[in-house]
């Protein structure tokens, strides 16, 4: 079954700590995106990368960090100097920057402690 | 930057037909899409228009006038399981290509 897993589905995180997020891909995508969604808010857009070893910073890049090492693979960090990280995280791939559709992973629901 | 318009909340009866609009204010349009979200699950793929007019998909069609900045996507014979919330997202052919997400609208089915 092709498609994009995210894991895991909670994740509960300590004031001062790093917690790494998920996002495994088997379409064959060239092109990884991270959003995160806040209630009532859209999606906006964290990282983005268009191929290995290559990536971009989105709209809200500050206190996350993100790396591509693997084409199926591309986790994001959330750092301790983002201040406000409740919310549930959308990993999303499409074959390539300028397809038509990207397809979402199932989300990682992050709350402080 | 851009600035994409939705209703927050509409209600509708199960069996009867819904329009959520959705308005945008971009330079360089370059496609218009509409994803179905279910509350703590991932956007799916409904529609995706580029050219002004009528895209129809079985009980759902998507609407664009690009030179009114303005979107609807149609929902027809309602069921319960549409109740969700409708994400209208635009792109733009300056910069990422990456599509810009409304807030979304979301849609409550009653019996």
């Known amino acids: 079954d092709g498609g994009i897993t995210q894991s895991p589905k909670y994740l509960f995180r300590k004031e001062g700590q790093n917690v790494t997020l998920s996002c495994e891909q088997n379409?064959?995508?060239?092109?990884m995106y991270w959003y995160r969604q806040d209630p009532g808010q859209g999606l906006r857009l964290i990282y983005y990368?268009?191929?290995?070893?290559?990536?971009q910073k989105g709209d809200i890049a500050e206190g996350y960090s993100v790396s591509r090492e693997k084409k199926e693979s591309f986790p994001l960090t959330v750092t301790s100097a983002q201040k406000n990280p409740t919310a549930f995280y959308l990993c999303a791939s499409s074959r390539r920057r300028s397809e038509e559709t990207q397809y979402f992973g199932p989300g990682t629901r992050l709350l402080v402690l | 930057g851009q600035n994409i318009d939705q209703p927050t909340e509409m209600t509708a009866t199960e069996g009867a037909i819904v329009q959520i609009n959705c308005t945008y204010q971009?330079?360089?349009?370059?496609?218009l899409f509409w994803y179905q979200q279910h509350a703590g699950e991932a956007p799916t793929f409904l529609s995706y228009?580029?050219?002004?007019g009528l895209e129809e998909k079985g009980r759902f069609s998507s609407f664009l006038s690009r030179s009114k900045g303005y979107s609807y996507l149609l929902l027809k014979e309602l069921q319960m399981k549409d109740s969700a919330s409708y994400l209208c997202a635009v792109r733009t052919s300056g910069g990422s290509y990456i599509p810009t997400f409304g807030r979304g609208t979301s849609l409550i089915v009653h019996p």
């Open positions: 379409l064959n995508h060239d092109a």
């Open positions: 228009n580029v050219l002004d």
């Open positions: 971009t330079s360089g349009f370059n496609g």
């Open positions: 990368s268009q191929i290995v070893n290559d990536f």
